[in-house]
């Protein structure tokens, strides 16, 4: 079988940097227009002109001749403040990212309280840049299963309602209560949705054992929520749309003892998508997850 799709759009993608960054960008390049980059290196792009840089590495590293334009994201901490937001936009950034501190990997520095950044926020909705958000608590008394559940009752739901010019993007929805929260929201509220969460569930992180190369986070969640996610793409919900979170690693930092989040999948999103789309009986619905949803 062979599909054409329009040439389509990532709303979440990790590039890394230096041997790394050269090393995937022309896997995401030959696919994708554009794709919306995250700022979670170390240091983080939590400045304006830590951004114009990042932006300069990632053109220079491009193949030749390669038609693709990175969208730039702004690292939120608890020190960002609304100047920095107004000089961040005038750079070019496309949005903020907002990372609860300590929630996935290079979040270190990220926010502690979120109504400390209402300030931020309001900066953020005046300048016209959509808020970008991992939607996970971090609190220890908290189930790993449970936190995006509890970040989405307990933190972006009052968000939310306090900040109502605000575009607000939960990025790699995993749970049917993220599901359900983006369709009752606001027409400014939307969700973007992973090839891996829509094809696996928990049980594939122990198949035959433990499996590092599908541990990410979110984590992986039990069937009910992946078959939440495939509803909602399968109905062609115009606010759930495609964003890959590939993030790549040294196989050795996979491997080991303490391995870390993510998993790469640049280099084959599209057709790991289609898989799922298909499983779903929804390939007509593809196309627009993939090129329409996401710039509407």
């Given at each position: 079988?062979?599909l ?51 932006r ?123 599901v ?30 433990l ?17 939440a ?5 399968a ?62």
């Amino acid at each position: 079988m062979q599909l054409t799709l329009t040439r389509p759009d990532d709303w979440h993608l990790h590039l890394r940097d230096g041997p790394m960054l050269a090393r995937v960008l022309p896997h995401t390049a030959a696919r994708f227009r554009r794709a919306v980059v995250m700022p979670n290196l170390k240091p983080p792009v939590a400045t304006a002109e830590a951004l114009r840089a990042y932006r300069a590495r990632i053109l220079a590293a491009l193949p030749p001749g390669a038609d693709f334009e990175p969208l730039m994201t702004l690292y939120l901490t608890d020190r960002t403040t609304p100047d920095e937001v107004a000089a961040a936009a005038a750079a070019g950034a496309f949005a903020a990212k907002l990372y609860p501190a300590g929630a996935t990997t290079h979040s270190d520095a990220g926010v502690t309280d979120l109504r400390r950044l209402d300030p931020v926020l309001e900066a953020l909705a005046e300048h016209g840049l959509a808020l970008l958000v991992h939607g996970e608590v971090t609190d220890p008394d908290v189930d790993v299963f449970d936190r995006e559940a509890v970040f989405v009752e307990r933190e972006l739901a009052p968000l939310v309602e306090r900040h109502p010019r605000l575009r607000v993007v939960l990025e790699h929805v995993t749970t049917a209560e993220g599901v359900d929260f983006v369709r009752a929201a606001p027409p400014r509220v939307a969700a973007t949705v992973t090839a891996h969460h829509l094809l696996m569930n928990r049980n594939a992180l122990f198949e035959g054992g433990l499996r590092p190369h599908h541990y990410c986070l979110p984590v992986l969640k039990r069937e009910r929520h992946r078959r939440a996610l495939l509803e909602a793409v399968a109905e062609g919900h115009p606010r759930f749309f495609l964003g890959t979170d590939s993030a790549p690693h040294p196989a050795r930092a996979k491997e080991s003892a303490c391995g870390c989040a993510g998993i790469y999948t640049a280099h084959a999103a599209l057709e790991l998508y289609a898989e799922a789309f298909e499983e779903a009986g929804a390939l007509d619905r593809l196309e627009a997850f993939a090129a329409f949803h996401g710039p509407d």
